[in-house]
């Protein structure tokens, strides 16, 4: 069992940048990949980045692609993602989840826990 709890959202001008972290609970962390999605009102919740469980494969989104960058601390039981230049395309509630398997990395079905959410909001 894993819980996340995702903290760092707010409110910010486009061009800013913002740091979300997620916490999780639970000491097999590690054996974990992790993934943010977020969503936008009206919209289905979208991926945003992945990163397999030692940190040293990551993927991304092409609308967040050079952007974004998402990074873990095993020994934080943490996984952040730092967002740059950011657009007010970019606001919605920002989840991190978790997995164990590296399939279909990019598809919210396939996670298996979630945390509930940090709101991000992009203004121009």
């Known amino acids: 069992q894993v819980q996340l709890v995702e903290s760092g959202g707010g409110l910010v001008q486009a061009g800013d940048s913002l740091r979300l972290s997620c916490a999780a609970s639970g000491r097999t962390f590690s054996s974990y990949a992790m993934g943010w999605f977020r969503q936008a009102p009206g919209k289905e919740r979208e991926f945003v980045a992945f990163?397999?469980?030692?940190?040293?494969?990551?993927y991304y989104a092409d609308s967040v692609k050079c952007r974004f960058t998402i990074s873990r601390d095993n020994a934080k039981n943490t996984v952040y993602l730092q967002m740059n230049s950011l657009k007010p395309d970019d606001t919605a509630v920002y989840y991190c989840?978790?997995?164990?398997?590296?399939?279909?990395?990019?598809?919210?079905?396939?996670?298996?826990?979630w945390g509930q959410g940090t709101q991000v909001t992009v203004s121009s």
């Open positions: 989840a978790a997995k164990r398997t590296l399939a279909d990395y990019s598809s919210s079905y396939a996670y298996d826990y």
């Open positions: 990163i397999r469980w030692s940190g040293g494969y990551t």
